[in-house]
């Protein structure tokens, strides 16, 4: 076996929600019996823009906003790789919010985890698109994700996490990778992962979460249902856990790649079959 | 009759009205028309950034010979738009001719043209509208009297004709090959018949040209290199390269993406060339601006990337259809810290294919971007090359390992030190070769690391790769007398300009030579080696500052010996002028001596 990088410590604090994350991550994998070597983790910058360090994989660490455009094109040219976006609220919904708009309507094959600590944790504690009002004089509205994703027709998979509830974590974290898998494209899983240094929220959303996977009767199929739902919760000063909306859609490889050749990255450059369609390009600008 | 008749040698025509009058379509058929016959042409556009209205105008130079520029005088205008003559008049001799729409009367005393002229009135306007109820079908009709007028069978232009419009259904075919014989007529009556044209076409060559623009020959280039992955948000003058692709590409398993923006157009071209696929991007001035962050990602973390910019007046949204050259500093300069980079700068369509297809080859095999500096006239202008042949095209893929090659080794070091700063590269997906890839600095592993000593280390093993690429750029050409004193250096649209008026220069017994730089960086020796050897060189740019003579000066090149000429008022340089430049700053320079 060729010895290539050593999956380090994580830089992140004691008690730090991102923790959470990794694990689900990697024993979804695992269970998906992904190999190492087609995982490619496309990472933000900040402090859950590192998790790709941290297991064994092909990892990137993006441009600050910029995993959804990178993951995207790694999709496209590369199908056959499991492609895991990774990042924060900061990198995901302020400098890079404009991305999550079009990749929901996009919709690529990728697997999107968002650890929202409604703070920028790694330049000390300023205030994000998540944060609530009045935390470090923030005079904005909290910004809800899922409720935007609800409001884009061509998203197929938005759920939220919590990091102190592990086991529907992982669940979710699976659910994501599985509807990923079966070309349904993108699936987004927003994760409530604290920053204990700078926004310690263990104890409002220990009481503050609300699960709606254990709901009698709520239908996330139900796109409209869902939506009402959410801004009842929301008015109520709850934060809904669990699958919200899951949907039926092609992903974008399927529709934008033709099925005739291998992926991009999968060709061979120098198949002399390819001569006849290059004279042929040629021969358009004599005829 | 025939025999009476002058051969065509060299005629250029304007078409010209409001925008949207489809003057472009009237000198693109005509293009190819002549290209069909085997003359050469180019043409030319100067149209604004809306879609209907404004003075527009197209213009074709029909030749014997190659020439890559309009020619300074005017030989043959037609009109639509009244204000359009007032606006050309200027360039028009009393040997022109002008075909002006008089379906709104007569050409008005203050035209301003010139006594001598032949002036050919035509009601194109008033007969479209009666014969198809569409003002838009006078292009056809006009065409019909400008292919009588130079000599144009009426056969070879109904074959254009149903070439250009067969696409667009029956419908538009027929309309259109309607009016062109109803332009037939018109032209008739006024004395223009089928053998009345004032010039015999001979062929130059039986050897069929290609008709294409520079941005059509980058497509082209991308595609026989191997690129299978393009991104691209439609800017002016560069769109064209990725309706091309939209085209072409997805024929060969490719992908053409249009996101939301440049920073998603950079980005999503990363993610696709880190899976090892050939990627480029094409764009202008301000969307190169907005993927600058995306520039040094690719120098930092190793990234093989194609950029396109088809440069256009700047600076901010500037003159967005008017030529420039003005990001050459942004192209050497542009990005936060220290990188390697390439940036080349063909000068003729297929220099931008061959250059296109290098580019591909260089960005892999030294990992980093690579540039094509274009501009809107080399961008957008047809013309006649000879065909290219694409066969020739060689793939270099680099360092590159597979499965098999990663199973025989004991470590893999995405970042490796190595001879030539190049560390081999496994696209994901092959076991064995898991890495990191990181814009932070990072360690051979890609972990990210700020030690001093291997900061020191990874900044000089990307440098060096300016150093190991030497051989493999390419070398200027030159042109002319290699002993002359009078020198020119220029890229891009002003190359055929230069070839002209060394022409003109030569006649007048004035010798000259001409370095066409091929690489802008690094800077190869060659080039300001030229400005120490050569006593006036001229470096002829489309910018305010010469951005270009600057970066040779500061490359070694003889500041003294340099002759600025700068163009930016956002039209096109013309031969004559160029030789009146040489004259006066000849004479000036003269005068100080003296």
Same mark, same amino acid.
């Given at each position: 076996m060729t010895e290539t990088f050593t999956p380090t410590r994580p830089i992140w604090c004691a008690g730090c929600g991102d923790f959470g994350v990794l694990e689900a991550l990697i024993t979804a994998l695992d269970e998906l019996q992904i190999p190492v070597h087609d995982r490619m983790f496309i990472a933000g910058i900040g402090c859950s823009g590192s998790l790709q360090n941290y297991l064994s994989c092909y990892g990137y660490h993006a441009l600050h906003g910029r995993v959804l455009?990178?993951?995207?094109?790694?999709?496209?040219?590369?199908?056959?790789?499991?492609?895991?976006?990774?990042?924060?609220?900061?990198?995901?919904?302020?400098?890079?919010?404009?991305?999550l708009m079009h990749s929901f309507k996009r919709n690529p094959g990728v697997t999107y985890i968002v650890m929202n600590n409604g703070t920028y944790g790694l330049t000390k504690g300023q205030a994000s698109p998540t944060s609530v009002t009045g935390f470090q004089g923030n005079t904005e509205e909290d910004l809800d994700p899922i409720m935007l994703g609800l409001s884009i027709p061509g998203s197929t998979f938005l759920a939220r996490g919590y990091s102190g509830h592990p086991a529907q974590l992982l669940q979710l974290t699976l659910a994501a990778l599985r509807h990923t898998a079966a070309g349904q494209g993108l699936s987004y899983l927003e994760v409530l992962s604290p920053c204990v240094t700078y926004n310690d929220t263990y104890r409002e959303w220990r009481t503050g979460v609300f699960n709606i996977d254990s709901e009698d009767g709520y239908d996330p199929g139900n796109r409209a249902g869902a939506f009402e739902r959410m801004c009842e919760l929301r008015e109520q000063g709850r934060l809904p856990l669990g699958l919200?909306?899951? $949907?039926? &859609?092609? %992903?974008?490889? =399927?529709?934008?790649?033709?099925?005739?050749?291998?992926?991009?990255?999968?060709?061979?450059?120098?198949?002399?079959?390819?001569?006849? $369609?290059? &004279?042929? %390009?040629?021969? =358009?600008?004599?005829? | 009759m025939s025999g009476s008749k002058p051969r065509l040698e060299d005629l250029s025509i304007i078409v010209s009205g409001q925008g949207g009058d489809g003057s472009l379509?009237?000198?693109?058929i005509l293009a190819d028309v002549l290209r069909s016959v085997g003359m050469r042409a180019y043409t030319e556009r100067d149209v604004l950034s809306r879609i209907k209205g404004g003075i527009v105008a197209a213009t074709l130079r029909a030749c014997h010979d190659e020439r890559l520029c309009i020619g300074s005088q005017i030989d043959l205008i037609v009109v639509f738009d009244l204000f359009a003559i007032r606006k050309q008049a200027h360039r028009l001799n009393d040997r022109s001719i002008v075909i002006y729409d008089s379906s709104g009367g007569g050409l008005p005393d203050d035209s301003g043209v010139p006594e001598g002229a032949r002036v050919i009135g035509i009601p194109f306007s008033r007969h479209a509208v009666r014969m198809f109820r569409s003002d838009i079908y006078k292009n056809s009709i006009s065409s019909a009297v400008v292919g009588r007028l130079i000599g144009l069978n009426d056969d070879d232009m109904r074959a254009a004709f149903e070439k250009r419009f067969g696409r667009r259904g029956a419908e538009a075919l027929k309309y259109n090959l309607d009016a062109l014989a109803v332009g037939h007529e018109l032209a008739d009556e006024v004395g223009l018949t089928a053998d009345e044209g004032l010039y015999e076409i001979v062929s130059a060559d039986s050897k069929p040209h290609m008709l294409i623009t520079g941005n059509e020959?980058?497509?082209?280039?991308?595609?026989?290199?191997?690129?299978r992955f393009f991104a691209g948000y439609p800017i002016t003058p560069s769109t064209d390269i990725m309706e091309w692709l939209q085209k072409w590409l997805p024929r060969f398993g490719g992908v053409v993406r249009q996101p939301e923006d440049e920073l998603s157009v950079i980005n999503m071209a990363i993610g696709a060339a880190l899976t090892g696929t050939r990627t480029m991007v094409a764009t202008s001035g301000p969307g190169l601006s907005l993927m600058q962050e995306g520039i040094g990602q690719l120098g930092m973390a190793e990234i093989p990337l194609v950029v396109v910019d088809s440069q256009r007046s700047g600076p901010s949204t500037g003159m967005p259809t008017k030529p420039e050259q003005s990001d050459i500093n942004l192209l050497v300069y542009g990005g936060h810290g220290d990188f390697p980079r390439i940036v080349l700068?063909?000068?003729?369509?297929?220099?931008?294919?061959?250059?296109?297809?290098?580019?591909?080859?260089?960005?892999?095999?030294?990992?980093?971007?690579?540039?094509?500096?274009?501009?809107?006239?080399?961008?957008?202008?047809l013309a006649t090359i000879d065909p290219i042949d694409e066969g020739q095209v060689v793939v270099e893929r680099g360092k590159r390992l597979d499965a098999e090659s990663l199973a025989g080794m004991a470590i893999y070091k995405r970042y490796a030190f190595s001879e030539d700063g190049v560390s081999a590269f496994a696209p994901p997906g092959t076991p064995g070769g898991m890495s990191l890839v990181t814009g932070n600095e990072h360690d051979e592993f890609g972990?990210?690391?700020?030690?001093?000593?291997?900061?020191?280390?990874?900044?000089?093993?990307?440098?060096?790769?300016?150093?190991?690429m030497q051989a493999d750029l390419p070398r200027a050409v030159t042109h002319g007398v290699e002993t002359a004193d009078i020198g020119f250096v220029g890229i891009g649209m002003t190359h055929g300009v230069i070839l002209e008026a060394m022409d003109i220069l030569a006649a007048r017994g004035v010798p000259t030579q001409y370095h066409q730089l091929q690489t802008?960086?690094?800077?190869?020796?060659?080039?300001?080696?030229?400005?120490?050897?050569?006593?006036?060189?001229?470096?002829?740019?489309?910018?305010?500052?010469?951005?270009?003579?600057?970066l040779i000066v500061a490359h070694g090149g003889e500041e003294a010996h340099i002759e600025s000429v700068l163009i930016y008022d956002g039209v096109p340089l013309r031969a004559e002028d160029l030789v009146q430049k040489v004259i006066e700053r000849m004479d000036s320079r003269r005068h100080k001596a003296a």
């Open positions: 455009p990178t993951a995207t094109g790694v999709k496209l040219a590369n199908p056959q790789l499991t492609v895991v976006g990774v990042g924060g609220d900061g990198d995901g919904y302020a400098i890079g919010g404009g991305h919200i909306y899951q $949907g039926e &859609r092609p %992903a974008l490889e =399927s529709l934008a790649l033709n099925p005739e050749f291998a992926a991009p990255a999968r060709q061979d450059l120098n198949d002399p079959g390819l001569a006849a $369609g290059y &004279r042929e %390009a040629m021969q =358009s600008f004599i005829r | 379509t009237v000198i693109n020959a980058v497509a082209f280039g991308f595609v026989v290199a191997g690129g700068a063909p000068g003729t369509p297929q220099e931008c294919f061959h250059i296109t297809v290098k580019a591909c080859n260089l960005a892999e095999k030294y990992q980093l971007p690579v540039f094509i500096a274009l501009d809107q006239g080399l961008s957008q202008n972990q990210v690391s700020t030690d001093p000593g291997n900061r020191t280390r990874m900044m000089q093993k990307r440098q060096s790769k300016l150093q190991s802008l960086w690094p800077m190869l020796d060659e080039t300001p080696d030229f400005t120490r050897g050569c006593p006036c060189v001229f470096v002829v740019e489309y910018n305010a500052t010469g951005q270009l003579a600057r």
